[in-house]
C-alpha cells in the first residue's frame, strides 16, 4: 500500500454522478403563462440549483451478496464525493464501521479542508474494473471489492496563510473490505494503492 497525500485524495474526489444538476433546456427557454390570466403580475420563473443533493443508498445496495456490496461501495464513494463538494461528512461517517481508521480519517480530512470556509476544487474521478468477492474471517463473512479510480487534478484551498494542497490526477487501484452489521452494509477498512 502506498500513502498518498491528503487521506482521501481520490477517494473524496470521486464519483461525478453525486452531483445533481438542473438547468434550462434549449427546447423551453422562457416561462409559459396562461393567456387567459387576468392577474397583471407575471410569472416568477423558479431557480436552477447547482448544488450537490446528497446521494440515497440504491436499491442495488441493499441485498447481502457480492453484488450488493459492489453497489455498496460505488455508493460509498458517492457519498465522498458529496462530502467533498459540500464539506457534509456525516452521511459519510455513517457508512464506516467505527474500527474503520480510513474511514475516520476521510472524515477527519473534510472536516479539516472545511474548517474556516475552506473548499475542495478538482478531483472528478471515473471508477472502473470494479470486482467483488466474499471473503471468510475469524468473524465471520465480509466482502472485497477491487476497483480502479481515475482522478484529476485535485485543489485543497486553506482560507488566510496558509498554502494551498495539489493533488495530481492519476489512476490507483483501491480495495475495501465491507461487512454487515444490523442489516445494513459497513466499511471496515480500506487502502488505495
Known sequence: MTRTPGPLRLLL??????????????????????????????????????????PTLPAEAEGTDAAAAKAFV???????????????AQGLQRLGADTCEPCRTAVAFVEEAYRDEGQVRGGETTLSAINSAELQTRTGTATQVKLKVT???????YPGNRP????????????????RDSGQWLVSYWEVS
Open 151 to 157: 482522478s484529476t487534478d485535485q485543489v485543497v484551498d
Open 164 to 179: 494551498d494542497d495539489r493533488y495530481p490526477g492519476g489512476t490507483v487501484r483501491a480495495s475495501f473490505v465491507v461487512t
Open 13 to 54: 474526489a470521486a464519483a461525478c454522478a453525486a452531483l445533481a444538476l438542473t438547468g434550462c433546456s434549449e427546447d423551453d427557454p422562457a416561462p409559459k403563462i396562461d393567456p387567459g390570466d387576468s392577474s397583471s403580475a407575471a410569472a416568477t420563473p423558479t431557480p436552477t440549483s447547482t448544488a450537490p443533493v446528497e
Open 74 to 88: 460505488e455508493f460509498y464513494w458517492e457519498m465522498a464525493d458529496y462530502a467533498q463538494a459540500t464539506g457534509d
